[in-house]
Antibody
């Protein structure tokens, strides 16, 4: 059974940093792109970042230069390092498995975690 | 970057057919995918690569596309289909992914 489980959410002050983790199981982790998608309170889904199986990364315009996605295929774990956080980064962050090794070929998300809440506030 | 436009809200009578649409220039080149999200829950993929249904998704859900518009059709809507529905695809000019703004489906 495919499972992805986020951790690391919490309250952080504006300008601060936080790292999210996503533990994956039930599939060959290195064979799939993985992504972060966020949802601000009461709002829609926003794609944040994707990393291919071989660690090529892409970012949405709103987080480029502030967030870094990475993965450890030996630990079946995905990460999102967030820095220079702003109030508008407040959201539930979902970890999502891609449909293939390259998200540009298979750009859907077939399994999602339950999300980690990140609150940026003083 | 590309944009995908969805109607904010749609309603359907129980047992009737409803179509939820997603418009965007990138849909002329790339497939749409569709997700269902119920309150307090993570999204669930219901259609991928425009017309394909993941295992476990009822066959009343179907996808289609014409020109710059993709559609999710629910044939014989059930009460449990009441949810928010989002489309996603690729941006045409950059290596970016995009979501539509979402459609809230009410089953009357």
């Amino acid at each position: 059974e495919v499972q992805v489980l986020e951790s690391g959410g919490g309250l952080v002050q504006p300008g601060g940093s936080l790292r999210l983790s996503c533990a994956a199981s039930g599939f060959t982790f290195s064979n799939y792109a993985m992504s972060w998608v966020r949802q601000a309170p009461g709002k829609g889904l926003e794609w944040v970042s994707t990393i291919t199986g071989s660690s090529g990364a892409t970012y949405g315009d709103s987080v480029k230069g502030r967030f870094t996605i990475s993965r450890d295929n030996s630990k079946n774990t995905l990460y999102l390092q967030m820095s220079s956080l702003r109030a508008e980064d407040t959201a539930v962050y979902y970890c999502a498995k891609g449909g293939g090794v390259s998200v540009m070929a298979k750009y859907y998300f077939d399994y999602w975690g339950q999300g980690a809440l990140v609150t940026v506030s003083s | 970057s590309s944009e995908l436009t969805q109607d904010p809200a749609v309603s359907v009578a129980l047992g009737q057919t409803v179509r939820i649409t997603c418009q965007g220039d990138s849909l002329r080149s790339y497939y749409a995918n569709w997700y269902q999200q119920k309150p307090g829950q993570a999204p669930v993929l219901v259609i991928y690569d425009e017309t394909n249904r993941p295992s476990g998704i009822p066959d009343r859900f179907s996808g289609s596309s014409s020109g710059n518009t993709a559609s999710l059709t629910i044939t014989g809507a059930q009460a449990e289909d009441e949810a928010d529905y989002y489309c996603n695809s690729r941006d045409r000019s950059d290596n970016l992914l995009v979501f539509g703004g979402g459609t809230k489906l009410t089953v009357l």
